[in-house]
Every structure is written in structure tokens, then in C-alpha cells.
């Protein structure tokens, strides 16, 4: 089974990560916050560039070089936010969790560390991958205080990472997990799970 042709479905017990269609962009749209946009490569800001951010993302995963991923919680079947695999090597057995969001109301939930326990699961066990990388915005301290929670280590900082749709040349703080720490990582978000 070809791994981007056939793409996975990953399973949490609360959460479900559904590979993403085009048919996706209206429900993302809808649970969408301008806020969550702030330090991504694109503002979405209209029906019509949450379209075209779904169909980027699949284009990447026709290119074979990404798995884009909407977030569905179970209990209601809807989608509440998405998440993606990027830069896969199956060679250098790595790969980057990144482009998440959620809507407002599951941000500081469950979701965040089920989401990243099911694909870090997948990454190490189904892929296994030896490193899997996280990046965020050095100005994005929210979301750098929540990979630290998960267990990442710090690893620097990538200065002028990438440009923005605004024109701004953001540095990037780089995280990961390698495969000796991915034991007690998973250990710590299972425990963490349950106190949810």
C-alpha cells in the first residue's frame, strides 16, 4: 500500500485524524480563527483561501511529500481543526508534525496532546522514524510552551525560516523527539490524557 495514495486514519479514543479532501474546506472554514493564522505562511481569511489551503495540502500529499490530516472528534463527527505530516523520509526515517489549528474552543483540550500522541505514534511505530521535528514562529510563545508540554527538546533557533504572506521573514524555533526519548514521551502523554 502506497503511503500517500492510501493514507491513514488515526485513531485516538477521543479524536479521529482523517485524511483531508477538498469536501473538508467548508467545515474548516467554519470552526476557522483568524488568530490561529497569525504566524503561518498563509492568512486564511475567506472561504476561498481556506479552498485553496486544502488543496495545497493535497497537492503535497500527491507529491509525496506530505500527509495532511482534518481533526475529528468522535463523540459528534465533526471537524474541529487540522494537522499534517511534512518533509517524510522514509529514507532518513523523519518526518515534521506541523500546520496545526483548532478551533477555539478545543484549544488547551484534550485534542492537542491526543492529536500528537496518535501521530507520533505513527510516526515511530508505522514509519519508524528515528527523529520527528516540530517548528513554530520564535514570536508564537503559546505554541512553543505547548510542544515543550508534550516533551520535545529545544533545539535552536532557523533564522529567517521562511516569509510570510505579510512579506515578514519570521526565525523558526526547532524542536524534536528522537526514538530513545519517544518511550517516556508517550508514556508522559498517555498520563497527561488521563488527567483530561
Not at 493514507?7 to 467554519?30: K, V
Not at 503561518?40 to 495540502?57: G, P
Not at 510542544?147 to 529545544?154: P, V
Not at 533545539?155 to 515578514?168: H, Q, T, V
Request: charged share 25%; proline share 3%; glycine share 4%.
Amino acid at each position: 500500500m502506497n503511503l500517500f495514495s492510501s493514507p491513514p486514519t488515526l485513531e485516538g479514543s477521543r479524536i479521529q485524524l482523517i485524511p483531508m479532501e477538498l469536501t473538508h474546506a467548508q467545515a474548516l472554514w467554519e470552526v476557522n480563527d483568524l488568530d490561529n493564522w497569525n504566524f503561518m505562511t498563509l492568512k486564511v481569511d475567506s472561504k476561498e483561501k481556506m479552498l485553496e489551503w486544502v488543496r495545497r495540502a493535497i497537492e503535497q500529499r500527491k507529491n509525496g511529500t506530505a500527509l495532511p490530516f482534518v481533526v475529528v472528534v468522535k463523540s459528534t463527527g465533526r471537524i474541529i481543526g487540522a494537522t499534517s505530516l511534512f518533509q517524510i523520509s522514509l529514507s532518513q526515517k523523519s518526518c515534521e508534525v506541523g500546520s496545526t489549528w483548532y478551533a477555539k474552543s478545543y484549544q488547551r483540550t484534550f485534542v492537542n496532546t491526543e492529536c500528537k500522541l496518535a501521530l507520533l505514534d505513527y510516526c515511530f511505530n508505522e514509519l519508524e522514524c528515528i527523529r520527528v521535528q516540530i517548528k513554530t514562529d520564535e514570536r508564537n510563545l503559546r505554541s512553543q510552551q505547548a510542544i515543550e508540554r508534550l516533551g520535545a527538546k529545544r533545539e535552536g533557533i532557523l533564522r529567517k525560516e521562511r516569509i510570510l504572506e505579510s512579506g515578514y521573514s519570521r526565525n523558526a524555533v526547532l524542536y524534536s523527539i528522537i526514538d530513545e526519548e519517544w518511550p517516556a514521551v508517550c508514556e508522559h502523554l498517555v498520563n497527561k490524557l488521563a488527567s483530561y
